[in-house]
């Protein structure tokens, strides 16, 4: 077993953990290609890619030497009245890769890239005099980061519930994963009563932008939509007016098969999002990207007050520029998206064997991403509960077989690193099969 550390002598709180649960916490040292090394020379399969963001693994040598050089050079200058040349090219590669894109302005995670969005979709419609537009249209379930803009559009509510009454009002169109759909609705008539809702709510004078997660909701259960829904979206936001704000941080550079996802959804956006994965997982960055016509709303005399009061410290910080410069790089130089298209189905075909386990509900998948829902009974569609969270009786069986995994309630995501090899892709589903059935065995018990 994995030598593991008391948590009585450490001032750590840890995300998303209920602290009483645990009373030790595996030491991680170091990473080695996929895997996580732990004090005492263990290894776990990085199984979610370290949050959803690892590409190529803990050690690849290039990220590793961008950082090198660019720390001889400049670690951090602001971009306050200055820039700097890996700032810049990192703006040319993120427009080129992004049709309609013209425009970046960088922050240091998903969260404030979002929070910078809304606040560019509202100032926005100030710009050009119709201040009267400052509603945002979502869906629930979608999620877009834990500050409380991101909170208030993007309302998961078993994560957020307790801060309901300190959001702001947003207008959110009830939608469920294919799996929890009401009963006696098909899939087709639910999503056409989707779009409905949608385009109702987008008719209204007072709306600024539609917001959504661009080719699935991660979060909030792992939702994947169907071929045209969002591009259907896209086409009411034109039709009525209405900024259309697509969020990549998750779902792009990869993770659904696509580097830039709303190119696979022929969905073009008014403003994008990414994260995570820019930086390959080794440096916090990310970014916002416009259009030409929302950038030069903001431009004028200084005395028009119309740009743009957002910053932060860390803005376009050179390290991680550096980086996300040679992570761009190296998706072109190693044909990344071919590979993840091919490792992708393997992924697809073995998890047909997940489905057979009987504590396995449903299983939703694309690109480098799977939702596995546990449930206690297939036929109620009840899901799985244990005296301790899911997430921790998960976490500490799929360590014994060499997996870090972690579950969002009672669904356990596979977001394995990108780059992931064919055998340690085929090790990933084993060890979950293992798993889930060593859990299903101890229920039974």
């Known amino acids: 077993m994995p030598k593991e550390v008391m948590r009585n002598p450490s001032s750590v709180w840890h995300p998303y953990t209920q602290m009483s649960e645990w009373d030790k916490f595996t030491e991680i040292v170091g990473g080695k290609g996929m895997w996580l090394i732990d004090s005492e020379g263990h290894r776990m399969l990085d199984g979610v890619a370290s949050m959803w963001c690892n590409v190529w693994g803990h050690s690849k040598r290039e990220i590793i030497s961008a950082i090198q050089r660019q720390s001889k050079k400049s670690p951090h200058t602001s971009l306050f009245n200055l820039t700097h040349p890996e700032a810049e090219s990192l703006a040319k590669k993120l427009v080129s890769i992004s049709p309609n ?40 379930n979608g ?47 639910y999503y056409e009563q989707t779009l409905e809702r949608i385009e109702k709510s987008l008719s209204r004078d007072d709306v600024a932008a539609f917001v959504m997660e661009s080719g699935a909701q991660i979060a909030g259960g792992v939702n994947i939509y169907r071929n045209g829904f969002q591009s259907k979206i896209g086409r009411l936001c034109r039709k009525y007016n209405v900024l259309f704000i697509l969020d990549e941080i998750a779902t792009g550079f990869g993770r659904l098969g696509s580097l830039v996802e709303y190119t696979a959804q022929k969905s073009p956006p008014d403003i994008v999002a990414y994260g995570k994965m820019m930086t390959a997982g080794y440096l916090p960055m990310a970014a916002t990207l416009t ?56 992924m697809s075909r073995r998890l047909e064997e997940i489905k057979k386990i009987e504590i396995v ?23 799985l509960r244990f005296a301790k969270s899911v997430n921790r009786v998960v976490f500490e069986a799929a360590k014994k077989n060499g997996l870090y995994l972690r579950t969002l309630g009672n669904i356990l995501v596979l977001v394995p690193p990108l780059a992931i090899s064919e055998k340690e892709m085929n090790f990933l589903i084993d060890g979950t099969i293992k798993t889930l059935k060593s859990i299903l065995s101890e229920r039974r018990l």
């Open 361 to 383: 509900g449903d299983i939703r998948y694309k690109g480098m991403l799977a939702g596995i829902e546990l449930v206690s009974d297939q036929r109620t569609k009840k899901p």
């Open 143 to 189: 999620y877009h980061g834990d500050t409380f803009g991101t909170m208030s559009v993007g309302f998961v509510p078993a994560f957020f519930w307790r801060f309901k009454k300190n959001m702001y009002k947003t207008i959110q169109i009830p939608f469920a994963n294919s799996y929890r759909i009401p009963r006696k609705t098909s899939i087709e008539d």
């Open 101 to 140: 894109m013209s425009r970046v302005f960088y922050s240091d995670n998903g969260s404030t890239a979002m929070e910078i969005a809304f606040k560019i979709a509202i100032q926005y419609w100030q710009n050009v005099n119709n201040p009267a537009r400052t509603r945002f249209v979502t869906l629930t």
């Open 291 to 346: 259009t030409e016509r929302i950038y030069k709303s903001f431009l004028g005399k200084y005395s028009d007050m119309k740009h743009l009061y957002h910053g932060h410290t860390y803005t376009g910080n050179a390290l991680a520029c550096a980086v996300a410069n040679q992570n761009i790089m190296l998706y072109k130089k190693t044909n990344l998206i071919a590979k993840i298209k091919k490792t992708s189905r393997i």
